[in-house]
């Protein structure tokens, strides 16, 4: 007898929700002080814990939900559906924010919440092919209607490109060796499945690398998954518009989960917060005045208790911004 799947409020722990939602909060309060009602993106709605959380909480909140995962949507909807009349779903990757913004007639948010890299339901669902733990088609996309499938790198690619991104995507210092034993197996048989990978991996990862780096094929898939996806070229669009669409007061919170995704948001959120007049310039015209202000302490991480309630919270690193002056006319 087939179990039924659980609600996918069972399924799904949001990583970091209450953090999340009282950093957003006074950006939706400084939205009804100039007389507009609160909008929030959920640029990465996932499996939707994070918008059920503040639709519940906030009554006069609008949520934009953005997902390129057509299946979480599907069950965000669900979950979402008593709010139905405060919420636009959206099938979309999250760089194209302005163009859902435009097609919603919205020209300004009061909040975006970024919850960066595969999620819960991704890693969950074993054909989906995002986790080396268990054997599965080696697919890793996020949007399964479109693009090319791990499978097409692995097999495809030249050697060169393969060391490229399992070193850059995936800071693997063994990455040589890896492109080197994916391109001679393939020789024989293509790879069809995430076992044949991993097993590839193990036989050239040395078993004690194990110790420090945990599985030896973490870094691999990690890479492989970025580059699938283009997950961050996609960032680096996406920080930018997420900041231009902010209004007065209103706030972006990101939670990345390796150092390359941080990176970006870092240099994004850090860059907009300094003055960008000239060194040396007698008056600081309005125009170079910083844009956001940051409203966490650097880096946040999540605490022991957040981390019990949700075990994938522990590798997060959360930042948080302010729009703090006005956004030019377009």
């Known amino acids: 007898m087939n179990e039924q799947p659980k609600p996918t409020s069972e399924r799904h722990v949001p990583v970091l929700r209450d953090r999340c939602i009282n950093l957003l909060a006074p950006g939706f309060e400084a939205a009804r002080q100039q007389g507009r009602a609160p909008i929030v993106i959920d640029a990465t709605l996932g499996m939707g814990g994070h918008s059920e959380a503040m639709l519940q909480r906030f009554p006069d909140l609008h949520l934009i939900g953005i997902d390129r995962d057509e299946e979480a949507l599907a069950l965000a909807g669900e979950r979402l559906a008593p709010f139905s009349a405060r919420t636009d779903l959206v099938h979309a990757v999250y760089d194209e924010i302005p163009e859902v913004l435009a097609d919603l007639g919205v020209t300004e948010i009061s909040g975006i919440l970024m919850d960066l890299g595969v999620s819960s339901l991704q890693l969950d669902e074993r054909e989906r092919g995002f986790a080396y733990s268990f054997d599965a088609p080696l697919d890793m996309r996020m949007d399964t209607s479109r ?78 998954r970025i580059e699938v996806n283009e997950e961050l070229d996609v960032l680096e669009r996406a920080v930018p518009a997420a900041v231009d669409a902010l209004g007065m007061g209103g706030r972006i919170v990101v939670m990345s989960y390796h150092s390359l995704e941080d990176k970006i948001v870092k240099a994004v959120l850090q860059g907009r917060s300094k003055s960008s007049a000239p060194l040396g310039f007698p008056v600081e015209l309005e125009e170079h005045k910083p844009e956001l202000k940051i409203v966490t302490k650097g880096t946040e991480v999540p605490t022991a208790v957040e981390i019990a309630e949700n075990p994938r919270a522990a590798s997060a690193r959360l930042r948080a911004a302010e729009r703090i002056r006005a956004r030019r006319a377009a």
């Open 147 to 224: 693009g090319q499938t791990a499978a097409d790198v692995v097999n495809t690619y030249s050697e060169e490109e393969l060391v490229r991104i399992i070193r850059k995507w995936g800071e693997e210092k063994f990455a040589g060796r890896i492109a080197n034993r994916i391109v001679a197996a393939r020789g024989g048989k293509p790879f069809t499945t995430t076992g044949e990978l991993v097993e590839q991996i193990r036989s050239v990862v040395p078993a004690g690398a194990a110790k420090s780096g945990g599985h030896p094929a973490k870094r691999t898939f990690q890479a492989l």
